[in-house]
T-cell receptor, first 112, second 114 residues
């Protein structure tokens, strides 16, 4: 799997938007971009995924650069419950769903 | 109802012992996984089963033996436990859909080897 690079940590104030970046300069044409998050003492949970176009769901938005070498997870209004480690991973369309290593991730702190 | 459940949640044991962790999913998925998360928070896949057949077996010591009695269950047995086995073990499940398959994780089983 291609490698991703994320900042180790970010801080946000409650009810403000948060932009979590991810670099994946070696992404291939068949790699999907996935985001998961891990709340304290819980297992990771799926957030969103995309291939080329920007994506929105009830949890977040995913903005994908035109050259696909980077992406940004957007939380529109951060809440205290959004404090977690956010993982950006790439998954090749020919790879089994679970064969992905989660990297360092970004630890998001949300301040009241 | 818990979608992916693991037992036990905590396990403290001595070096050299044998222990098992059980996992069950009620999502109707056909693929189940075991991941290991070490103290540095890296989450790495260990095994994957699709319809009871082993499809992923990463470089894991053969002291670790997964068993899938049916597609809703995937258990992990560890022989001769070592200090380095201390970690949080996560079970996950999904449909065997490739790049778009969403993974559902259990809450983890924290294993401490003394």
């Amino acid at each position: 799997d291609a490698k991703t690079t994320q900042p180790n940590s970010m801080e946000s104030n409650e009810e403000e938007p948060v932009h979590l970046p991810c670099n994946h300069s070696t992404i291939s044409g068949t790699d999907y971009i996935h985001w998961y998050r891990q709340l304290p003492s819980q297992g990771p949970e799926y957030v969103i995924h995309g291939l080329t176009s920007n994506v929105n769901n009830r949890m977040a938005s995913l903005a994908i650069a035109e050259d696909r070498k980077s992406s940004t997870l957007i939380l529109h209004r951060a809440t205290l419950r959004d404090a977690a480690v956010y993982y950006c991973i790439l998954r090749d369309e020919n790879t089994n769903a679970g064969k992905s290593t989660f990297g360092d991730g970004t630890t998001l702190t949300v301040k009241p | 109802d818990t979608a992916v459940s693991q037992t036990p949640k905590y396990l403290v044991t001595q070096m050299g012992n044998d222990k098992s962790i059980k996992c069950e999913q009620n999502l109707g998925h056909d693929t189940m996984y075991w991941y290991k998360q070490d103290s540095k928070k890296f989450l790495k896949i260990m095994f994957s089963y699709n319809n009871k057949e082993l499809i992923i077996n990463e470089t894991v010591p053969n002291r670790f033996s997964p068993k899938s009695p049916d597609k809703a269950h995937l258990n992990l047995h560890i022989n001769s436990l070592e200090l380095g086995d201390s970690a949080v073990y996560f079970c996950a499940s999904s449909y065997y859909d490739r790049a778009t398959g969403e993974l559902f994780f259990g809450e983890g089983s924290r294993l401490t080897v003394l």
